[in-house]
């Protein structure tokens, strides 16, 4: 059993309530920050840690802590990102569900630590009923003199308010984030400057993920070294993994980061294997904006070597023969999937979502769903493949803001990786309308070269 | 003239009080959702112009806010909308059969009302619940691992409610 920090105590009967959380070592973080150490020491126990943001970008906490500016008199906020809008990510909502003072103790800790007297969860609009129990979770913590004024006689004040986006997945980018905190359409700013210095109504802001947060609970509790000793290199600590498609057992996992991903989908403390006897053809394992790999290359890296459930091991080989951690979305696909459907879904997805600001993005994107329901509707011309890589190239980088390359990506794999089924829904245009192509040599061992 | 209940007013004064003074503004998503739930399930203009005066905005800053984010319906629905995922996950677990089934139950397709303005179909993108698939949205609760099965409950659950309200 691997080590779990965030979800030990998820089954407990009734931890969302305050008494059951704090009576199982609940706001013990709060207490020994508050008490016993600075605000400088919480951060330099953060970064310690090694902790990285589990929004999807993986940058280090604790160095994006020590960037906000602090000048004199201007208030600092702390911005939750609850938005959980990546395809096939629904870790957030667990925890926020399941155990949601975590997130609140995690959140006045950090707060102290940034000197954040106002901070927000801004979470998407269509997780209405987890408004509620964050609500309640808020109330309790204030009732039990954990947020308000003067927290525990230390001087510090905090709160804590809860704020509904409308979907829009856009607003998980945190500079679209801010713009609809302040009640605007989630339009992405140019960076510079960034949240750090001009953030909330133009205030030092930092905005991380629910995990996050939530993980600082732990480092305070035994310490950035100690959380640090969990996991490989600079994958530290445990990830919460939600996993989906076809597998036995869907659902959300917390993982220390020293496992494989064979070992990922198929043991029965995690995924349970692939569903109806099916075969691994596909996965992408960190949400629908990283790259899929096909099963050979998703359980070997192209060394040759075992690949493990860390930043490091999933990115191995780049976007060549790798991919990434990301949001920590695993979806996977089994031997009767169509990879061109697939990749359609997901082009429509990134043109609706899509804030129309920046032409590569806005008109690329409905090119390329266009293209890709094409060929799946057995229309396409095989000048399209090499069109859509033209489009996606000219997408990525081009852009204000990520989105337009995590659009890109998955199309980009998807060829990579997967031409010869492209191909065949080409060629075989009337026969991929009644079938799908098959697992055919996706799982097939890779020829690693030898070395001299 | 529109107009919240006081206890509506009420709830609109506690979310005005989340922001430092002056960033009344920010209260727009959260007041736009509370008014489309109050005045019949979608945003007239005459409702956002009531926003607009509550929170001291010009109505053009309502208007720009409700037709960016996709969970405001700028024309009627029916009473029950049945928010189908799509997206990749779920269509791995089947979202399509189940989009076709409503269609076959219903007679509606994506985008469509029933003649009795009780279900409207919208097909929408990833709502955060792929483990869960095939799902859908239904008002403030998610229906998770659909089946036509549970899709017929889920009808016959809307019917019965309609009529006990009407009656
Ligand atoms: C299009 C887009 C969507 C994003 N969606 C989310 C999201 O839903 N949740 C999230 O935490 N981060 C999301 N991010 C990343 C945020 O911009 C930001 O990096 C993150 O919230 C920082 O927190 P972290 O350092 O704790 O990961 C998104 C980024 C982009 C470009
Ligand atoms: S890349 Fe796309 S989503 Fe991002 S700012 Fe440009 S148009 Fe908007
Ligand atoms: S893909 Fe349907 S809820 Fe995520």
Redesign the pocket.
Known sequence: MGRKLLLDKAHIENIRLYDVYRREGGYRSVEKALKTMSPDAVTEEVKKSGL????????P?GM?WSFLAKPEGVPRYLVV??????PG?FK?RYLMEFIPHLLIEGMITSSFALGSNRAYIYI?GEYAWIVDILEQAIQEAKNNGFLGKNILGSGFDCEIYVQRGAGA??C??????LESLEGKRGN?RIKPPFPAVKGLWDCPTV???????AAVVPIINEGGEEYAKIGIGKSTGTKLISACGNIKKQGVYEIDMTISVEEFIYSDEYCGGIANGRKLKACIPGGS?VPILPANLLLTTAKGEKRMMTYESLADGGFATGSMMG?GGFIVLDDTQCVVKHTYTLARFYRH?SCGQCSPCREGTGWMEKILLNIENGKGKMSDIDLLWDIQRKIEGNTI???GD?AAWPVAAAIRHFRDEFEWHITNADEAQRRNYGLMHYADPIHVPVTA | MMKFSDDKLKEVQRIINFYPDGKQKSAVIPVLHLAQQEFGGWLSTETMDYVASLLKLAPIEVYEVATFYSMYNLKPVGKYMFEVCQTGPCMLNGSDDIVKYIYDKLGIKPGETSADGLFTLKTVECLGACGYAPMMQMGKNYREHLTKEKVDAIINECRNEATAIKN
């Not at chain 1, 990285?52 to 940058?59: I, K, L």
């Open positions: 990285r943001g589990r929004g999807g970008a993986g940058f906490t994006k990102n609850a938005d959980e809008s990546e990510t957030d998407r997945y856009i998980g980018e945190e500079t679209a984030l992405p905005v991380n993920n629910v995990e996050t947060i904006s949001s979502e803001c990520p989105l995590a």
